[in-house]
């Protein structure tokens, strides 16, 4: 009897000390896109460039381990299926969005915590109806079902939800929807941009970009680009963390997702990808503040989704080692340079090469700090010619944006001289970081499988 007595009193124990262990705070950092090569080559950039004695914040926590992608359709996932085993622990196929691979839905670890009483936070810098975000809280068969995605976020009940627009607001024929009326009937309060957060007095928000202030609709804007009047996912991580704070003080969950990370790789384009990342970075050590503050009651959990570009740091095309410090003159991302391109070309103005070769030296630094080689000077000004005189040049397409054929060409040079190649325009199937810190963290140290993430902060949080 005494032993029994003993066992029972010592499961107790153990019980009652996993109650008091469970954290109270739960952050989950996604960087869309975001595999091992763009991490390892912001953090060259930040130690060598930035010369930074501390490594980025991720890299600082105690747990560094590594993460497999795939999906139930491909060895190569999407951010749908990646964020679906992401938020519900259920591998899918690609392009289902909170489903089984049978079209059953199933359940997020936010959508369980918000039934717990948690206050629920979903942020992101591209749009909050995107594939990562939606996982969290919608169930769909197609990842481009925009409208059912954003009714289900009104229906939600999730107490911050920010980015940069809702892409369900018009149909395909780009007719009015009623989105933003089911929003406001159920309770969401709708501000926009910087100036839009001191105006929230509701329980449940909806923080989006300024119209316009973005280079689309499809994102806030690149860090790179230092568009007026735009968000960055630091403002929105401070936002979400300020309202939870205030209002759900006792127990919160936040999902913050770097989705300009994946726009600018799936671009080529490496110094605004290098740029995100540290952005994101800013938005993590927000979270890892409050951390210190809150040792044993908060866990912060950091991954991608998947690794967009399959990019490598190579060595220059000058030579030697790589150049990062080149991508430091860099002053615009590939996508506001193709779309400056694209402006000349409908205004039909007059614009000679002098011109473009000033931009470059203002813009990008070539010419005086990025050599550019008289052989590689005379192949862009032949190709200037051909797309701004002769007019006789093709876009390149990628997921997110169509690029004039000059500033592929001008950034595939920027790229090669600063030693950072890319693979693909798409996604890649290799695996990606996991980073943790606080209570439970040590979960997280054995290689994962993104399904297990959600599966063990279940466990964790005792759901």
Known sequence: MKIKHLLAATALMAASSAQADAPRYIFYFIGDGMGLNPVM???????????NDKPLTMMQMPVAS?????????????????????????????????????????????????DRGYGIGIITSVCPDDATPGA?????????????????AARSGYHFLGGSSWRGTKDKEGNPTDLEAVMTQNGYQTVYGPEGIDKINSEKVVLLNTPGAGNNDNNIGYTIDSLPGALTLPVITRACLDHLTARHPDKFFMMVEGGNIDHALHGNDGGTAIMEILNFQQALALAYDFYLQHPDETLI?????????????????????????YFKYQKVSKEAFSNYCKGILRSRMIYKWEDMEQYLRENLGFFDHVPVSDAEKAELQKLFNDTFELRNSADEKTLYANFNAFAVRVFKLLNDAAGVRFNTGSHAGGPVPVFAVGAGSEAFMNVNNNCCLARKLRKIAEL
């Open 66 to 114: 590594w993460c497999q992608t795939w999906s139930v359709s491909s060895p190569v996932t999407d951010s749908a299926a990646a964020g679906t085993a992401l938020s519900t622990g259920t591998k899918t196929k690609n392009g289902m969005l909170g489903m089984g691979p049978d079209t059953t839905s199933v359940t997020s670890l936010a959508a369980q915590l918000y």
């Open 136 to 152: 969290f809280y919608a169930h769909v068969a197609n990842r481009s079902q925009y409208y059912d995605i954003g009714i289900q």
């Open 301 to 325: 959990l950091v991954t991608a989704d998947h690794d967009t570009g399959g990019s490598a740091m190579v060595s220059s095309s000058q030579g030697g080692a790589p150049r990062l410090e």
């Open 41 to 51: 080559t912001a953090q060259t950039y930040n130690r060598l460039v930035l010369q």
